[in-house]
């Protein structure tokens, strides 16, 4: 995976879908074709909604959208979607064409998430959302969004569903850097805000490491002859016996929550290990998706877009174990917690750690 590449499209890209989605609103309100065809309700939403904060609607539109656009190129990738929906797309060859190719493949996109909603609706909008309103314009430019994003979202570089949170977190960095840029010109950061000025991803080897002593830990003390030491590279066995840790009968007894999890690389490792755990306990491994969403993690998160994503690289754990068709049977929803209305003192804010 090319972090540095990751990085440059993301953050270029903001700028973009921030520009597209402001477009899209202008023609929405200029009672431009693209409203004509929304349903009344819609624009009546997405009034109300701007009545309270126009920027605030744009940037969590635009944020909305490429996270929608990873999220359904990762599932190209799987092979969940049919037909694919972010997949390198044919260019028309006169500009008429063109126009024609473009409001197709909208429609294409659309129709997708709508389908996804039931599956996902923390991710995806139900017909009638306004968002659907503003859903970026020219994705299939021949240098356009939908041809960067196959660049970077390769096949290679979608075998980890963790690329979609390293998307995000470059994504929000221009706000956070500009947030930041803000306090020291003493302008108060708004609850809007905490979210971008609060997010920090924690490395991969460090979840690893925080995974295996704590949860591969105690399924260690519960069971002394597991094999699963040898699966955990950054485990640190005890130099002494240890007394005092919780029993556990079963894998279900397990519990664990991360209280701040941003895109969920700590739940999904979580959800790696607990698989393993499971399967040593002699579960069927078309069960075990079902049981470990079920039972054993929680998120907590204040980022509303970043839950959805935690929720959405849950959701592609159990795909990738469960394959499609049993995937779109499990009728089943992450456990993840948005709080919202938090509030932070400005040294809370500018000591988050």
């Given at each position: 995976m090319d972090i540095n590449a990751l990085k440059r499209f993301a953050r270029t890209t903001r700028l973009w879908m921030i520009d597209q989605v402001t477009t899209q609103l202008d023609r929405v309100l200029a009672g431009e074709v693209v409203a004509q065809r929304a349903p009344s309700g819609a624009i009546t939403a997405l009034k109300a909604a701007i009545e309270k904060n126009r920027e605030d609607v744009i940037e969590q539109a635009a944020c909305t959208w490429f996270n929608r656009f990873t999220a359904l190129r990762f599932m190209d990738v799987m092979g969940l979607t049919s037909?694919?929906?972010?997949?390198?797309?044919?260019r028309a060859t006169s500009p008429s064409a063109?126009?024609?190719?473009?409001e197709a493949y909208r429609q294409h996109v659309l129709q997708a998430?709508?389908?996804?909603?039931?599956?996902m609706p923390f991710l995806f909008a139900k017909p009638g959302d306004y968002s659907d309103l503003l859903m970026p314009a020219g994705l299939l430019a021949p240098d356009g969004f939908i041809a960067r994003l196959c660049t970077v979202m390769t096949e290679a570089a979608c075998q980890h569903v963790e690329i979609i949170g390293w998307l995000y977190q470059f994504y929000i960095?221009?706000?956070?850097?500009?947030v930041f840029a803000g306090l020291k010109r003493n302008i108060r950061i708004t609850p809007a805000n905490i979210p971008a000025a609060t997010q920090l991803f924690t490395p991969h080897w460090i979840v690893r490491y925080l995974v295996e002593n704590s949860l591969g830990r105690l399924w260690l003390r519960n069971r002394p002859h597991s094999k699963l030491a040898a699966k955990m590279a950054y485990y640190i066995a005890p130099q002494?016996?240890?007394?005092?840790?919780?029993?556990?009968?079963?894998?279900?007894?397990?519990?664990?929550?991360d209280p701040a999890c941003g895109a969920g690389h700590m739940l999904t490792?979580?959800?790696?290990?607990?698989?393993?755990?499971?399967?040593?306990a002699g579960h069927a491994p078309q069960q075990i998706p079902r049981l470990i969403l079920t039972h054993n993690l929680t998120g907590i998160e204040i980022d509303a877009q970043a839950g959805?994503?935690?929720?959405?690289?849950?959701m592609m754990k159990a795909a990738t174990r469960l394959g499609r068709e049993r995937f779109l049977h499990?009728?089943?929803q992450p456990n993840i917690v948005v709080m919202r209305n938090v509030t932070f003192t400005p040294a809370e804010v500018k000591n988050p750690l």
């Amino acid at each position: 995976m090319d972090i540095n590449a990751l990085k440059r499209f993301a953050r270029t890209t903001r700028l973009w879908m921030i520009d597209q989605v402001t477009t899209q609103l202008d023609r929405v309100l200029a009672g431009e074709v693209v409203a004509q065809r929304a349903p009344s309700g819609a624009i009546t939403a997405l009034k109300a909604a701007i009545e309270k904060n126009r920027e605030d609607v744009i940037e969590q539109a635009a944020c909305t959208w490429f996270n929608r656009f990873t999220a359904l190129r990762f599932m190209d990738v799987m092979g969940l979607t049919s037909p694919p929906v972010v997949s390198p797309a044919m260019r028309a060859t006169s500009p008429s064409a063109h126009d024609g190719h473009e409001e197709a493949y909208r429609q294409h996109v659309l129709q997708a998430c709508h389908e996804w909603h039931d599956r996902m609706p923390f991710l995806f909008a139900k017909p009638g959302d306004y968002s659907d309103l503003l859903m970026p314009a020219g994705l299939l430019a021949p240098d356009g969004f939908i041809a960067r994003l196959c660049t970077v979202m390769t096949e290679a570089a979608c075998q980890h569903v963790e690329i979609i949170g390293w998307l995000y977190q470059f994504y929000i960095s221009g706000k956070k850097d500009a947030v930041f840029a803000g306090l020291k010109r003493n302008i108060r950061i708004t609850p809007a805000n905490i979210p971008a000025a609060t997010q920090l991803f924690t490395p991969h080897w460090i979840v690893r490491y925080l995974v295996e002593n704590s949860l591969g830990r105690l399924w260690l003390r519960n069971r002394p002859h597991s094999k699963l030491a040898a699966k955990m590279a950054y485990y640190i066995a005890p130099q002494a016996p240890e007394a005092g840790f919780v029993p556990l009968s079963r894998p279900e007894d397990l519990r664990l929550c991360d209280p701040a999890c941003g895109a969920g690389h700590m739940l999904t490792y979580s959800f790696d290990l607990l698989y393993e755990i499971y399967a040593e306990a002699g579960h069927a491994p078309q069960q075990i998706p079902r049981l470990i969403l079920t039972h054993n993690l929680t998120g907590i998160e204040i980022d509303a877009q970043a839950g959805a994503l935690a929720a959405f690289a849950l959701m592609m754990k159990a795909a990738t174990r469960l394959g499609r068709e049993r995937f779109l049977h499990l009728q089943l929803q992450p456990n993840i917690v948005v709080m919202r209305n938090v509030t932070f003192t400005p040294a809370e804010v500018k000591n988050p750690l």
